[in-house]
């Protein structure tokens, strides 16, 4: 079955860029929303964005300035990038399949990377 | 675009059915439907429990059920077991074409 893995620094210093990586094993990369959602300690989650297998975005309004989000479809890898990061960017992040029918759905999801944002 | 309004905690004993609320507008869960919910135990990955508002994936117990009146869409679990206990978390696509999700509710069986 799909299977996802994040990777990437787990410790950055304000102003730095966030640079995650998500690995996909098992299954095809097409005709999915490749997404990320992050998740602050102790909080609820939050989307960030997906990228469609055919290359097009969309991102959180609330982190559209700061965010992009990039297809490796020859490696099956998808990343994220979100510069200028503060405390507030610290949070546990995943990475997950986005299945669209009616709606758009998010199965399954990788382990999560914590990333923590501090001087 | 708000979080969408889940109450923050529901308990229930073994064997009894509880029901997790989900609110938001007619510009999310009013408006369409996309609503799923996923399931978080401490230390792990959310998993989807249901999606587009009543669709169970193969493998989740049909203990497991959900729906939708108006603005609200409610995640049900009947007869439940100690397993059951985690953190819920519904989410709607919305009519800015984003995601949102909810508060989340941590389910406690007593």
């Known amino acids: 079955q799909v299977q996802l893995q994040e990777s990437g620094p787990g410790l950055l210093k304000p102003s730095e860029t966030l640079s995650l990586t998500c690995s996909v094993s098992?299954?095809?990369?097409?005709?999915?929303?490749w997404t990320w959602i992050r998740q602050p300690p102790g909080k609820g989650l939050e989307w960030i964005g997906y990228?469609?297998?055919?290359?097009?975005?969309h991102y959180s309004p609330s982190l559209r300035s700061r965010v992009t989000i990039s297809l490796d479809t020859s490696n099956k890898q998808f990343a994220l990038k979100l510069t200028s990061v503060t405390a507030a960017d610290t949070a546990m992040y995943y990475c997950?399949?986005?299945?669209?029918?009616?709606?758009?759905?998010?199965?399954?999801w990788g382990q999560g990377t914590l990333v923590t944002v501090s001087s | 675009q708000s979080a969408l309004t889940q109450p923050a905690s529901v308990s229930g004993s073994p064997g009894q059915s509880i029901t997790i609320s989900c609110t938001g507008t007619s510009s999310d869960i009013g408006g369409y439907n996309y609503v799923s919910w996923y399931q978080q135990h401490p230390g792990e990955a959310p998993k989807l429990m249901i999606y587009?508002?009543?669709n169970r994936p193969s493998r989740v117990s049909d203990r497991f059920s959900g729906s939708k009146s108006g603005n609200t869409a409610s995640l049900t679990i009947s007869g439940l077991q100690a397993e059951d206990e985690a953190d819920y978390y519904c989410s709607s696509y919305t009519s800015s074409t984003t995601l949102i999700f909810g508060g989340g509710t941590k389910l406690t069986v007593l």
């Open positions: 098992g299954g095809s990369i097409s005709s999915y929303y």
């Open positions: 997950a399949r986005g299945v669209a029918t009616t709606g758009l759905w998010f199965d399954p």
């Open positions: 587009d508002v009543s």
């Open positions: 990228i469609y297998y055919s290359g097009s975005t």
